[in-house]
Structures are given as structure tokens and as C-alpha cells.
């Protein structure tokens, strides 16, 4: 094996359990970002990107969708995220950086700071 697959290997390991947490909600990317801001690992960094853009886009539908286009739009909506939460969820257990569809690129891009 050569490096590179020892280092990425390794960084998905150390990163694993703080990506996960990064799934939960608004806590769980403040507990995720805590745990990454000493040692800054690209797997967990990944997650916490895609968490912050999923959560903004919740919270987005829950007001702007909502009130504009009513419930059912909202509810729509909101079964598509959960989906990309799920897809989101089972790629960081596989250790895979596996983006939301559709806004999973833009979440990298917009968030590259965290």
C-alpha cells in the first residue's frame, strides 16, 4: 500500500466518529467542529460542510418555503433533504465522502472555510 492510501485511510479513521456526529442537527456540527478545530481532518471537514448546507436549507424551508408555497411544498422539501441527510449519514458510516445530491457540490464550495 503507499502512502497515500495509508494517510487518506487514517485521516477517514480519525474522522469517522466526528463526521457521524456532525449529522445531528445543529449540536452535533457544534460538537464535530469542536472536536476539529485542534487537528483539522478533511473527512470531518467534508461532513460539517454538507451538515451546515443541509441544516440552512431546513431551516430555509421551514420559513421561506413554507409561508411562500405552503405545506405541501415544505413537506416535499423536506422529504427530499431527509434523503440527502440519509445519503449523507450511510456515506460518512462507509467512510466515503459521499455528496448530497445536487447541492452537495455547491455546501463545499459555499463553506470552505470550515
Not at 492510501?5 to 464535530?32: D, L, M, Q, V, Y
Not at 422529504?79 to 465522502?97: C, T
Request: no cysteine; charged share 15%.
Amino acid at each position: 500500500m503507499d502512502r497515500i492510501n495509508i494517510n487518506t485511510e487514517k485521516t477517514i479513521s480519525n474522522g469517522k466518529i466526528p463526521a457521524i456526529i456532525s449529522h445531528f442537527w445543529i449540536i452535533g456540527i457544534i460538537i464535530a467542529f469542536a472536536l476539529n478545530l485542534n487537528e483539522k481532518n478533511t473527512f470531518t471537514s467534508f461532513y460539517i460542510r454538507q451538515m451546515i448546507g443541509l441544516n440552512l436549507v431546513q431551516l430555509l424551508n421551514g420559513v421561506l418555503i413554507y409561508k411562500s408555497l405552503g405545506a405541501t411544498a415544505s413537506w416535499i422539501v423536506g422529504v427530499f433533504l431527509f434523503i440527502g441527510w440519509i445519503i449523507s449519514l450511510f456515506g460518512s458510516f462507509k467512510g466515503e465522502e459521499k455528496l448530497i445530491p445536487y447541492i452537495g457540490e455547491y455546501f463545499q464550495k459555499w463553506f470552505i472555510g470550515f
